[in-house]
């Protein structure tokens, strides 16, 4: 089975400073994991997903995760945030085989201040 | 591409009828559909899993004969809530997975929020 911990359930942060948003994971199979945004009242838009190869993946917006294996954590970062940014983030890890069945966090509300 | 259309956005309904949500893969065809409910401030909770031209797996929990789901094509999931009841109100967002994507990426409808009076 597979499990996802997002640390932080809301982090504030001021306008163009960087932010980091925590998920940890774990699973006992090989899995694919992403980070997906949802703006209120709207579904989920993928923002990156890690499935192979170099561990820093970078995604739409700005933004960018770094798979690490050793502490199976995959947190999501921007260098400078925008009032815009403000939504609620979703990791999520997938099995890469039989079926798929996609696991969320419990989710991170990103607040930007000016 | 990968583009998942959801309606209604909004629905209002008396309490005991019934509401049917689509949920349709605009420029692709989903061999799976998911369906997910989301409470205020908390993750999704996935309801079911759709899969075309057969029944509906759901989740633990989750009433199959209150959340009917039929997904009668590559491009067309739907899911209606019957006899709807106060408790119910929620907002309902589906997705798909591409038939030809491997990689599990879920492209998501806009969602529908459901209010039931």
């Known amino acids: 089975a597979q499990s996802v911990t997002q640390l932080d359930s809301q982090v504030p942060v001021f306008e163009e400073a960087p932010v980091e948003l925590r998920c940890n994971y774990s699973?006992?199979?090989?899995?694919?994991l992403f980070w997906y945004v949802q703006y209120p009242n709207q579904g989920l838009q993928l923002l990156l997903k890690y499935l192979s190869g170099s561990t820093l993946v970078k995604g739409i917006n700005g933004f960018e995760a770094e798979f690490n294996k050793s502490q199976t954590s995959f947190h999501l970062r921007k260098p400078s945030v925008h009032i815009s940014d403000t939504a609620e983030y979703f990791c999520a890890v997938s099995r890469t085989t039989g079926g798929f069945k996609t696991i969320f966090g419990a989710g991170t509300r990103l607040f930007v201040k000016a | 591409g990968a583009v998942v259309s959801q309606h209604p956005s909004w629905v209002i309904c008396k309490s005991g009828t019934s509401v049917k949500i689509e949920c349709r893969s605009l420029?692709?065809?989903?061999?799976?559909m998911f369906w997910y409910r989301q409470f205020p401030k908390q993750s999704l909770m996935l309801m079911a899993t759709?899969?075309?031209?057969?029944?509906?797996?759901?989740e633990q929990g989750v009433e199959k004969d209150k959340f009917l789901i039929n997904h009668a094509s590559l491009t067309l999931s739907t899911l209606t809530v019957t006899s709807a009841h106060p408790e119910d109100s929620s907002f309902y967002i589906c997705?798909?997975?591409?038939?030809?994507?491997?990689?599990?990426?879920?492209?998501f409808g806009e969602g529908s929020r459901l209010t039931v009076l």
């Open positions: 699973s006992s199979v090989s899995v694919y």
């Open positions: 997705s798909a997975r591409s038939r030809i994507e491997n990689t599990g990426e879920l492209f």
């Open positions: 420029d692709f065809q989903a061999t799976t």
């Open positions: 759709s899969n075309e031209g057969s029944k509906a797996t759901y």
